[in-house]
């Protein structure tokens, strides 16, 4: 069959957190960005991961399915109903009330299936075995925390578990929050992609952490007091970075504060300053 999209035989899983009432995805594959294509999510409807051979309109359709108040399964079965190359997808949903629902295609590369719990769906194609898929749902189900960290985590697991059999280059992570968007106005909470690299889901951990520094505030019950210890090592540090010239005596004067504000704006940590 011609045009049946980008194959990403890949293994993903999506997820709900009836707390924030974040939706999300982590994927995995052995193919060039596979955020690109892959996941797709809106806040207060739901998560779905497209894959195998991908059609990223069944992403947006789907969403529009779950929005009208189709539930998981019945959108899957609406959506593969009118789709030609139903065959070859593969397809993990999860909605903003926790319902979860898997397909795999009868022509999607062995090995090849999925699983649901409660609030996610895990699936996967041409892996090296079913064991990747009941880790990422097993790491889901017995863990808590925000789920991003969830999502990734799980993700991981499956891939020390065993993972795509050819082997690995990109991994994404997708999640939305009602009323998260940043600059772009958007509701993407956190869109993290790492396109080519020879550890992807490793590299994606590092990028998820980095964009805790720079975007999650600091809550006030963790902030530090500053003491003549800490002024220290911050002049001396600043000093080494250039952007500090006076004496290493531990008092916070202007001119250290002027040197710490001029690294928070070069290091987009203005929204730490207090």
């Known amino acids: 069959m ?24 982590a994927v995995a594959t052995k193919y060039i960005a596979v955020g690109s294509s892959v996941p797709f999510a809106k ?22 399915l779950l929005e009208k108040g189709y539930s998981p399964n019945e959108t899957i079965e609406i959506l593969m109903k009118k789709d030609e190359g139903r065959d070859f997808r593969q397809l993990g949903i999860v909605d903003s ?12 590369e062995f090995w090849a299936g999925g699983m649901t719990e409660q ?47 050819r082997g690995r280059q990109s991994s994404a992570l997708l999640v939305v929050r ?28 590092e990028l998820l952490k980095e964009y805790y520094d720079v975007q999650i505030i600091t809550k006030k019950e963790n902030y530090v007091i500053l003491n003549s210890k800490i002024i220290n090592d911050m002049q001396l540090a600043l000093s080494r970075l ?11 004067n202007k001119q250290t504060q002027n040197a710490l504000w001029s690294f928070c704006v070069v290091e987009n940590q203005k929204h730490r300053w207090t």
Do not use: W
């Open 2 to 25: 011609d045009n049946l999209g980008p194959l990403y035989n890949t293994y993903s899983i999506v997820g709900y957190d009836p707390i924030t009432n974040d939706l999300g995805i």
């Open 43 to 64: 806040p207060e409807v739901g998560a779905l991961a497209i894959q195998a051979y991908a059609n990223p309109k069944l992403g947006p359709e789907g969403l529009q």
């Open 97 to 108: 009330k926790g319902h979860s629902a898997t397909y795999t295609g009868k022509k999607c």
């Open 119 to 165: 609030y996610c769906a895990a699936q996967g194609n041409m892996l090296i075995g079913e064991s990747t898929v009941s880790a990422m749902i097993k790491y889901f189900v017995s863990h808590s925390g925000n789920l991003a960290d969830r999502l990734l985590d799980s993700l991981i697991e499956g891939e020390q578990i065993g993972g795509d059999k």
């Open 178 to 205: 009602p009323n998260a968007g940043l600059a772009v106005y958007n509701n993407n909470f956190i869109d993290l992609r790492v396109d080519s690299h020879f550890s992807p889901c490793e590299r994606l951990k």
């Open 242 to 252: 250039g952007r500090y010239r006076g004496k290493i005596d531990g008092k916070y």
